[in-house]
């Protein structure tokens, strides 16, 4: 569970990730290539339905990577992030999804039902940190559970990639969430290996609570799992060769509709950040 230096430590991540931090996630090649395989991994968990866009929500969106990846999967997506300078990464990269400044702690300001899924990487265990003199842990992780579950359809799962900094963090962050009303538990992948291994929240909302997914680098999932993650990945890039071309009818369509369903939620959002504070 133990890193060294941990980003959280050093600051409330609006002012961690300033312009020169942010600026890594678009030129460091290796960084952008795990968070690429997390973001992946995370979508394959939350089980889409195959051939049907959906609306995701990207929490700790950044510069939109993750966001990348659902849009090359054929899905519409909003992502949130504390950083300014992270969402104007993302702003330059062009990326699809709309973009908003916002503090998880505070809560999600979405209308009820309005995603179909909702993705996390490297982000939920800020939330452990009181960086502000009002700021509770156990106060904005209830906040923050309880809001997301509200703007999810029923039925949807929400999947997390943090690095929890010990197991008290761990049952901090699942208590909170089962408190909000999410079944679900923690997935890790490739638990024997020290660089490969990464920890998923599998969280699902309403009905009886369907089996975790097998994690990766375990015997189990070797001998039961006809398609490995690899094959996954490659069909979500294949699927976004295929995607309409921008500016076409099609495109332009989709788009319409994606706002129509969307609505004004820019609108109801609240833009608040930590940084006012300080």
């Known amino acids: 569970y133990y890193m060294a230096k941990r980003p959280e430590h050093r600051g409330p991540p609006q002012l ?33 339905p195959d051939d049907t866009p959906c609306y995701i929500l990207d929490i700790g969106c950044g510069s939109g990577l993750s966001g990348e990846a659902l849009t090359e999967g054929g ?4 992502g949130i992030d504390i950083s300014p300078h992270m969402l104007s990464v993302a702003q330059e990269r062009e990326v699809e999804g ?17 995603f179909d899924g909702a993705i996390s990487i490297s982000a939920l265990q800020w939330l452990c940190n009181a960086d502000c003199k009002d700021h509770n842990p156990v106060k904005r992780l209830y906040t923050f559970f309880t809001s997301l579950y509200a703007c999810l359809t ?30 679900g538990g923690i997935l890790v992948d490739y638990p024997n290996s020290t660089k490969a291994k990464k920890m998923y929240l599998c969280l699902f909302t309403g009905g009886a609570p ?33 995607k309409v071309p921008m500016k076409s009818r099609e495109w332009i369509i989709a788009k319409k509709e994606r706002k129509r369903r969307q609505g004004n939620i820019c609108f109801l959002f609240l833009l608040q950040t930590c940084e006012t504070r300080y």
Do not use: C
Request: glycine letters at 6%; proline letters at 4%; zero cysteines.
């Open 98 to 114: 709309d973009l908003l400044l916002s503090d998880m702690g505070e809560g999600l300001g979405f209308r009820p039902g309005t």
């Open 154 to 183: 029923r039925g949807a799962r929400a999947v997390f990639q943090f690095y929890p900094e010990n197991p008290a963090q761990m049952e901090l962050i699942t208590q909170q969430a089962m408190k909000a009303g999410f079944t």
């Open 16 to 48: 961690f990730y300033n312009e020169k931090e942010s600026r890594k996630y678009t030129q460091n090649s290796r960084m952008i290539d795990i968070q690429l395989q997390m973001a992946e991994r995370a979508i394959e968990l939350l089980v889409l």
């Open 210 to 242: 369907p089996a975790l997914p097998k994690a990766l680098g375990t015997a189990e999932y070797i001998d039961n799992d006809k398609v490995s993650f690899v094959e996954a990945r490659n069909q979500l890039r294949r699927k976004g060769k295929e």
């Open 75 to 78: 899905h519409y997506w909003a």
